[in-house]
């Protein structure tokens, strides 16, 4: 089979882009993939983060202007993972220098710069996409497939989250997530939102209105210097949605906790109707729960294997985690960007990624005025 290679660039080369690297480092166990993914090019301020990458071998070029990457012919698709503050900046620079975008989330700092990135993103023509992988664990998959397939009689409940422990340490020294400044407004809704709305928007199951319950706990941490630093975002958000599936409104809950007791990474999906549900947690990554009703109350678990999207050589009976569903959702970039997707399931687009913002837009108004607010 042929492969055509595209030529990627990071900018931004702390956690995810260093997790990205090594996607691209063991793309081979992808099998008959069409494309081939080569990191060609890494910007990052900070010299350590950038020699990291030295050992990467298709690596040619290292700077701290990410203008000089984006000069670079050898760079096809460029990857951004910056705090939130720099995203609208950097990714109209991509857009402008006429490169294709996977873009971290959650797609800049506020509704404006999201409305504003996806705008640029319409006119430049470039195939752009938003990063969200957990979806694209075979657990994941299995619940939007069974979702979608509308056996589930009247739905009763819909519950999409992402749960995170780290911060019940009040001793954590605080980082740029942790200050509206450079994580915006919207807080744990902008680190977690778009992972928590991917699968229900996708399963067309849009929030016609939503009351939010916004929680900070604490307002400063160490600073890491010896001092303490102010600590604003919000640290847990909780948004009653309500949506209407086959003319039936459905209460559709959004969960985002930084404040979670027990949960390192815990994505999760829950959809549940009068003759059937699922729900699927990267808690037990490998069990997808299945209900049906009959004479009795039944829930079944299924023991999954590794079966995602795109085949692998890995064998069908071991474990997947968080670096296999970030290969696979960069096997789905690339099979979209190239028109072989086919019917699989895609990338947050940048219609989707504005839409999560004007959720979160709301939840905040919904907040500060105590009541439901409607969405368009
Ligand atoms: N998809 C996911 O699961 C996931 C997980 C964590 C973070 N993220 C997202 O990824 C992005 C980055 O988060 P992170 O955790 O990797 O952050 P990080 O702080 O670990 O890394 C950010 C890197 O960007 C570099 N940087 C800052 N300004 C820069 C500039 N002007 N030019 C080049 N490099 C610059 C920093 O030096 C740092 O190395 C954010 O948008 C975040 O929300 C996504």
Redesign the pocket.
């Known amino acids: 089979m042929t492969q055509e290679t595209v030529r990627i660039g990071i900018?931004?080369?702390?956690?995810?882009?260093r997790e990205v690297a090594s996607a691209f480092g063991r793309w081979f166990v992808l099998n008959q993939f069409p494309v081939k993914a080569e990191l060609t090019a890494v910007?990052?301020?900070?010299e350590p983060?950038r020699e990291w990458f030295r050992q990467v071998p298709t690596v040619r070029l290292l700077t701290a202007d990410?203008r000089e990457l984006l000069a670079s012919p050898e760079v096809d698709v460029v990857y951004v993972?910056?705090?939130?503050h720099?995203?609208q900046a950097?990714y109209l620079d991509v857009l402008a220098a006429g490169k294709d975008l996977l873009a971290?989330?959650?797609f800049g700092i506020d509704l404006a710069a999201a409305r504003t990135i996806a705008e640029a993103a319409e006119r430049s023509g470039r195939f752009v996409r938003c990063?969200?992988?957990f979806p694209f664990l075979p657990g994941a998959q299995r619940a939007y497939h069974l979702a979608r397939g509308g056996t589930f009689g009247t739905l009763l409940e819909i519950r999409s989250g992402f749960h995170h422990s780290s911060d019940l340490d009040p001793q954590k020294p605080v980082n740029?997530k942790r200050q509206t400044a450079t994580c915006g407004a919207v807080g744990v809704m902008g680190?977690l939102g778009i992972h928590a709305v991917h699968v229900p928007f996708r399963l067309g199951y849009q929030p016609r209105s939503v009351f939010a319950q916004l929680q900070k706990v604490y307002g400063t941490r160490p600073d890491g210097r010896g001092g303490m630093a102010v600590c604003d975002t919000w640290d847990n958000a909780l948004l009653h949605t309500e949506t209407v599936v086959d003319g039936v409104a459905v209460p559709l809950r959004f969960e985002t906790k930084r404040l979670a007791p027990g949960e390192t990474n815990t994505w999760f999906l829950e959809v549940l109707g009068t003759d059937g549900g699922v729900k699927y947690s990267t808690k037990e990554p490998k069990t997808l729960w299945t209900f049906t009703r009959g004479k009795e109350q039944l829930w079944q678990r299924t023991d999954l294997g590794f079966h995602g999207p795109f085949p692998t050589i890995t064998g069908g009976i071991f474990e997947p985690g968080f670096p296999d569903c970030l290969m696979q959702m960069w096997a789905a970039f690339l099979a979209e960007r190239a028109g072989k997707l086919g019917d699989q399931f895609g990338c947050v687009t940048p219609a989707e990624a504005v839409r999560s913002h004007e959720l979160f837009a709301a939840a905040l108004q919904s907040h500060d005025e105590q009541r439901a607010i409607a969405l368009g």
Do not use: Y
């Open positions: 900018i931004g080369g702390g956690l995810m882009g910007c990052d301020l900070s983060a990410h993972a910056v705090p939130h720099l995203h950097i971290e989330k959650p990063s969200s992988e740029w680190d």
